[in-house]
């Protein structure tokens, strides 16, 4: 069915499509294996294939998608090492944020983060998972703001798409909201100290957490993943 999408003006249509197209497969609407067709998603978007192709290309770049010549564009399996090695990157750059973060935060920010939690733990009671997981990156996003470091924020959301597919599976009982929002909280604790020590050991315990919930999912999920070295 062909539609009129309501894309923004302020931004290309190809970035649209592959943050839409991200989406669907972070919350597995589209699943692992899949096959993707050019031709229906031009159809389904109402816009030529050109936009659709470049999209394609930016989710081969974040590890969702695999491009094979003459085959086609499949959805990738998740890959337990992909993860592994994503939340190693990730926790690097996000522990140098976070110390920085510690020692520059003011108030405000104090107060914009206090804010986002609040909407973490409203989202979370009434089970709007979508929603909490978009509140769960702008509370890490905003650290980066803090330290007005944005490049660290683009690098973080490039390497964490496989992550994010194995976090949203994980909400329903591995990982609960709960369980995430009382981290975050701890994590804000150590910012409003202004200790960079408590804030750096919160949020490795928080990151940390992926690697069992990754298991736990894979073991649940068999056709869903790869077969890792």
């Known amino acids: 069915m062909t539609i009129a999408y309501p894309f923004a003006t302020s931004e290309p249509v190809n970035q649209q499509i592959y943050r839409l197209l991200r989406q669907e497969i972070v919350d597995c609407t589209i699943r692992p294996g899949t096959l993707l067709s050019e031709k229906e998603i031009s159809t389904r978007f109402n816009v030529s294939r050109q936009p659709v192709r470049e999209a394609f290309i930016k989710l081969s770049e974040t590890g ?13 399996k998740i890959s337990a090492k992909r993860v592994s090695d994503g939340r190693f990157i990730r926790e690097a ?14 108030p405000e920010h104090l107060m914009q983060l206090k804010h986002n939690l609040h909407r973490q733990e409203l989202a979370a009671s009434n089970k709007r998972i ?30 964490k ?61 068999t056709d869903w993943f790869e077969a890792d070295e």
């Not at 978009?134 to 690098?155: G, K, S």
Request: proline residues 4%; contains cysteine; glycine residues 2%.
């Open 64 to 76: 969702l998608v695999q491009i094979l010549p003459q085959r086609g564009t499949f959805v990738m």
């Open 93 to 106: 750059v996000e522990i140098a944020i976070i110390r920085r973060a510690a020692l520059a935060i003011t």
């Open 130 to 159: 979508k929603e909490f997981l978009e509140l769960d990156d702008e509370f890490h996003r905003t650290f980066t703001q803090i330290v007005d470091c944005p490049m660290a924020w683009e690098t973080i959301e490039t390497i």
């Open 161 to 221: 798409a496989t992550m994010d597919r194995v976090r949203f599976m994980s909400l329903a009982d591995v990982s609960p909201p709960e369980s995430l929002i009382e981290q975050h909280y701890k994590i804000y604790d150590g910012l409003e100290k202004r200790d960079p020590d408590a804030a750096e050991a919160a949020m490795k315990q928080h990151l940390g957490e992926m690697i069992s919930t990754v298991t736990t999912i894979s073991q649940r999920n």
